[in-house]
């Protein structure tokens, strides 16, 4: 073997190494910590999804989560804080932002708020805000507290890909291009944060539905929140012409599958039986009989129709139908008026866009 073929396989094989999951000894903490301080990239559990990590005041440490991503500069990146005062040092808390942390904090919540000048505008997409979450998962607050830095995290999956509630998630999507992931096992409620927009606390606007309602943010606020029309899928040259004054990211191709995927209201028990060649994610369990016919064609959210369980099984419901050579995967939306159902349909929507 050339001197240049022997480099090419040792390039290969240094890309070819899949990402380390460690599991959260005192130790592995600490030395993850390191890796953040140093401006590394970590993946790490958080009770929505799991999180890419970086330090959210190191512009290129924050930089490094794009190229990972594919993330497109103009998507701004969620920074998490530990503390309240450590929120008060990225963005300007005004009283109503003061309200709903205290109320949700920590917790499945992201404000968006106007920006101090110590948050890189690579982190912000060049805006004049910045998104705010406290955490409420005890190994992400360890690790904040170890590496004492605000942290950026967007969910760590490949740009547009489904969201992942696992380490191995993180490792099937990502693994050649990440070094450490910390295994916190499967998040504890699946789908990510509501997102607020507070920029004018007189308008608060909701920009991502999540596990935290519109209903209990207004209960707080004492006043409505609107919703934009672009939570209902938007094209994204609609939200790259009015970049400024629309949320940036919040595009209508999202969290998708790359097996077409299909909404209905109900999906009739004896479809899979029906349809071989397609892919069944139920909201509740199917009567079995009428269901069993293809191995591995259907998935349901939950057996009892508890929405809490099928948001934490969301994501993985998709992956696994995914994995299949499946013609199209026909998906159940959440019933309307249940507990988290504008989260689950959302996320349903976006991944059924075209
Ligand atoms: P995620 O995709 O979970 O990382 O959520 C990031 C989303 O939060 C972005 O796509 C935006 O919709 C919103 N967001 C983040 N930062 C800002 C910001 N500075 N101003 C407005 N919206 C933001
Ligand atoms: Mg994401």
Redesign the pocket.
């Known amino acids: 073997m050339s001197a240049p073929e022997r480099a090419l396989v040792v390039k290969s094989s240094v890309a070819q190494k899949l990402a380390r999951i460690s599991q959260p000894t005192p130790r592995n903490l600490a030395r993850l910590a390191r890796v953040l301080a140093r401006g590394g990239l970590v993946a790490v559990p958080t009770e929505t999804v799991y999180g890419l990590a970086a330090d959210a005041l190191n512009a290129r440490a924050c930089a490094k989560i794009f190229r990972a991503k594919g993330r497109p500069a103009h998507?701004?990146?969620?920074v998490h804080v530990r503390t309240l005062a450590q929120a008060a040092e990225v963005a300007m808390l005004h009283s109503a932002a003061k309200k709903l942390a205290a109320a949700f904090w920590p917790g499945p919540l992201?404000l968006?708020l106007p920006?101090r000048d110590c948050v890189p505008a690579l982190v912000?997409?060049g805006?004049g805000?910045?998104?705010v979450r406290m955490p409420r998962h005890p190994l992400f607050r360890t690790l904040l507290r170890l590496c004492a830095r605000p942290l950026a995290a967007?969910?760590a999956n490949p740009f547009g890909y489904i969201s992942p509630t696992t380490a191995a998630h993180v490792r099937a999507g990502l693994g050649p291009r990440l070094a450490h992931i910390l295994d916190g096992g499967p998040c504890a409620i699946g789908v990510?944060s509501t997102?607020l927009?507070l920029r004018d606390p007189a308008r608060p606007a909701l920009?991502?539905p999540g596990a935290i309602s519109r209903a209990q943010l207004e209960k707080v606020l004492g006043r409505p929140i609107r919703v934009p029309r672009r939570t209902a899928a938007v094209p994204a040259s609609t939200v790259r012409k009015a970049k400024a004054e629309l949320?940036?990211?919040?595009l209508a191709r999202h969290y998708s599958p790359r097996t077409p995927l299909v909404l209905t209201a109900k999906i009739p028990a004896m479809h899979p039986a029906a349809a071989p060649c397609d892919a069944f994610l139920f909201f509740r369990r199917p009567p079995q009989k009428k269901s069993a016919a293809v191995p591995g064609n259907v998935f349901w959210l939950s057996a009892t129709g508890d929405p809490a369980e099928a948001a934490r099984r969301l994501f993985a419901g998709l992956r696994a139908l995914d994995q299949g050579q499946w013609r199209c995967i026909h998906a159940e939306r959440a019933p309307a008026r249940t507990p988290l159902a504008p989260a689950i349909n959302d996320r349903l929507a976006r991944a059924a866009a075209k």
Do not use: H, Y
């Open positions: 998507d701004p990146l969620i992201t968006v920006k912000t997409a805006l805000s910045v998104a967007p969910s990510e997102i927009d920009l991502r949320a940036p990211g919040l």
